[in-house]
């Protein structure tokens, strides 16, 4: 384990912590006046190896050949310039830090975004060391600037990696379809779904990360996900940005405690290790992986048929509940991928120069308002 302190005086930052993946949904804007929960589990940090944050230069600015060596192969609204390797961290896992009132604001709605720099301070020495973020459509969390704090070992022990056979033990899966609150209100009032439930944030996320891959092995023919979830989830996509025709790309779930996929599987979308990062590697090389957050590939493996509602109000002491919950209602809107989340997916894949795919790209506006994003 780590604790993270000062750069400038050695002050203690942190609870001793534990490092995990960066999650997908990291730096996602989900809807307008949504509150979104907290990013990072109690006890764990992530490292952003990619610069984020302020100050960000327009990609007017920028040569495509540096763009290129950042691992950028199409453009962008404009890049950042921030320093490389943030760590994220559960607000409640903060310590010694204090809030810098001049630096509040930075285009702030219902909360804090961060978006004019670091926005709390060492409490015992006063350097901006970490941007509180808890604005609307935001996830909560603390960024820790990267050349403001130092990681020095904890005489805690650390979190065991966790085998594949142990997370599938664990059956920690993430629901594709889960409550919502806006800023202000009670539950989903005003949103766009269903009042109480829509799509989950975080399957929006994931699910533009694996369609950037699934475009880019697709070599520009018409891809066949599974039928149900899977394909609820991709398909139709798939069959708008794509040409129809023979020669389809088939793609197959694969992964821990799932048959080997048969010979004519393409592309098979695979979980990857929450703790590590590592995408589970399919005993086929040639088919292409595609990513997937463990929870996300869990319930599209191993789907459960019927998500509990959690009962509403209380009861009085003494009496107990003798019935179950009824089966969550699902979303009224079709399912859509977060754009961001695959446009910065798109242009990281070398494949996005290819004609067709940066195609697809530029005409991302006019997919979003057909309702694929």
């Not at 595609?290 to 009085?316: H, M, R, Y």
């Amino acid at each position: 384990m780590f604790v993270f302190v000062c750069a400038g005086c050695g002050a203690e930052l942190t609870a001793p912590l534990s490092q995990v993946v960066l999650p997908v949904h990291a730096h996602q804007k989900y809807g307008n006046g949504i509150q979104l929960p907290v990013l990072m589990e109690s006890g764990t940090f992530a490292v952003d190896s990619e610069p984020w944050g302020p100050p960000w230069r327009p990609w007017e600015e920028i040569h495509p050949d540096e763009a290129a060596a950042r691992g950028v192969y199409a453009p962008v609204y404009a890049l950042s310039d921030g320093a490389p390797g943030a760590i994220v961290i559960a607000p409640g896992d903060a310590r010694g830090t204090v809030l810098i009132p001049e630096n509040r604001g930075g285009g702030y709605c219902c909360g804090l975004d961060g978006a004019a720099g670091p926005n709390m301070a060492c409490l015992e020495c006063a350097l901006p060391v970490a941007s509180r973020i808890d604005d609307c459509s935001l996830w909560q969390a603390m960024w820790l600037a990267p050349n403001a704090v130092r990681r020095l070992p904890d005489d805690g022990a650390d979190a065991a990696t966790l085998s594949w056979a142990e997370l599938m033990a664990a059956g920690k899966g993430t629901p594709p379809f889960e409550p919502i609150t806006t800023w202000g209100s009670r539950m989903g009032a005003g949103h766009w779904s269903n009042h109480l439930w829509t799509w989950s944030p975080q399957w929006e996320a994931a699910a533009g990360r694996a369609l950037a891959h699934l475009l880019a092995a697709s070599e520009g023919r018409p891809v066949i996900v599974p039928d149900g979830l899977v394909g609820e989830v991709f398909q139709r996509a798939l069959d708008a940005m794509l040409p129809a025709g023979p020669q389809a790309r088939r793609a197959v779930l694969a992964g821990p405690g799932r048959s080997a996929p048969d010979g004519d599987a393409d592309i098979l979308p695979v979980p990857s290790h929450p703790q590590t990062g590592e995408v589970w590697a399919p005993a086929d090389p040639a088919a292409y992986p595609v990513p997937l957050p463990f929870g996300v590939w869990l319930w599209l493996a191993f789907p459960e048929p019927d998500l509990p509602a959690p009962a509403s109000g209380g009861l009085p002491d003494g009496v107990l509940r003798d019935d179950f919950d009824p089966p969550a209602p699902r979303p009224r809107h079709l399912f859509r991928a977060d754009p961001e989340t695959f446009r910065n997916t798109l242009v990281r894949l070398p494949t996005v120069r290819s004609p067709w795919l940066r195609e697809i790209l530029d005409n991302l506006t006019r997919h979003m308002r057909a309702g694929f994003f």
